[in-house]
């Protein structure tokens, strides 16, 4: 005996009810402050630290440029070690 077919068929509009997707509501605004320093603060080092740099070791200082690269390299190298 098959008892398969005793059990009502559910309506389209309660399998879809029940398997649609809900959205997740968007946060705050407030939220993202941190967000945005910490863009900002990457934008200071890779932009305009190196900058800065440039102008002191190879104009200020005259180093040599491998010392010049090396120097770029140390201040980039925190970022490398990022993980989220």
Do not use: C
Request: hydrophobic share 40%; no cysteine.
């Amino acid at each position: 005996f098959d008892d398969r077919h005793d059990k009502p068929v559910p309506s389209p509009a309660s399998l879809r009810k029940r398997l649609e997707i809900r959205q997740p509501k968007p946060k705050k605004k407030e939220g993202r402050f941190g967000l945005y320093a910490q863009y900002f603060a990457v934008g200071v080092v890779y932009g305009g630290l190196p900058q800065t740099m440039y102008g002191f070791f190879l104009g200020y200082l005259n180093v040599d440029a491998y010392a010049y690269a090396a120097a770029t390299t140390v201040v980039a190298l925190p970022w490398s070690f990022k993980f989220v």
